[in-house]
T-cell receptor, first 113, second 118 residues
Framework: EAGVTQFPSHSVIEKGQTVTLRCDPI?????LYWYRRVMGKEIKFLLH????????ESGMPNNRFLAERTGGTYSTLKVQPAELEDSGVYFC???????????FGQGTRLTVV | AQTVTQSQPEMSVQEAETVTLSCTYD???????LFWYKQPPSRQMILVIR??????QNATENRFSVNFQKAAKSFSLKISDSQLGDTAMYFC???????????????FGQGTILTVHP
């Protein structure tokens, strides 16, 4: 069974540009989460999808971040325009409803220069 | 809001020895879940061990065990017979099981880098 996959693994962009991160959850997992770890700090929650609906987006830092989950399958997280402080590792996780274990992707390391 | 604190930024241990990683948390809830996740240098986080707060018995998974002290809000991870493959960043995490929008959301500690030396 395929795990959670994220694309790209690394991205280096200039300030002001747009970047789109993608997450493919484990098939059948209704719950999808995005987290972010800024250098040297703890991993922080960004948002939670249940199927295609945003259940909780309380962790989204500002309106430069837009997350979507088309048809309740894969999810994208777009940053537009990117700022220097957006640099960090973005993790995606999926979870089967009724199970407490979340499965993580390998993360996307975003560097804004 | 819940908080999770890992006070040891880095730890090291000799192969085959035992090491304990510390984690404390703060919550007003009585029922919740606690986790230890491991992130090896390849970066994919994997679940090491899970504890349900209403269970008094400490969870164990092979060489990994926890010391869960609910009153003290402490959740330490003990790794016995350390192996080179245990070298990784370890994250302690809290999850509220209650209904509502926060279910399944993990609150993480800052992480502890563990290095196992041959």
């Amino acid at each position: 069974e395929a795990g959670v996959t994220q694309f790209p693994s690394h991205s280096v962009i200039e300030k002001g540009q747009t970047v789109t991160l993608r997450c493919d959850p484990i098939s059948g997992h209704d719950n999808l989460y995005w987290y972010r770890r800024v250098m040297g700090k703890e991993i922080k929650f960004l948002l939670h999808f249940v199927k295609e609906s945003k259940q909780d987006e309380s962790g989204m830092p500002n309106n430069r971040f837009l997350a979507e989950r088309t048809g309740g399958t894969y999810s994208t997280l777009k940053v537009q325009p990117a700022e220097l402080e957006d640099s960090g590792v973005y993790f995606c996780a999926s979870r089967d409803t009724g199970n407490t274990e979340a499965f993580f992707g390998q993360g996307t390391r975003l560097t804004v220069v | 809001a819940q908080t999770v604190t890992q006070s040891q930024p880095e730890m090291s241990v000799q192969e085959a020895e035992t090491v304990t990683l510390s984690c404390t948390y703060d919550t007003s809830e009585s029922n919740y879940y606690l986790f230890w996740y491991k992130q090896p240098p390849s970066r994919q986080m994997i679940l090491v061990i899970r504890q349900e707060a209403y269970k008094q018995q400490n969870a164990t998974e092979n060489r990994f065990s926890v010391n869960f002290q609910k009153a003290a809000k402490s959740f330490s991870l003990k790794i016995s017979d350390s192996q080179l493959g245990d070298t990784a960043m370890y994250f302690c995490a809290f999850m509220s099981p209650g209904g509502g929008t926060s279910y399944g959301k993990l609150t993480f500690g800052q992480g502890t880098i563990l290095t196992v030396h041959p």
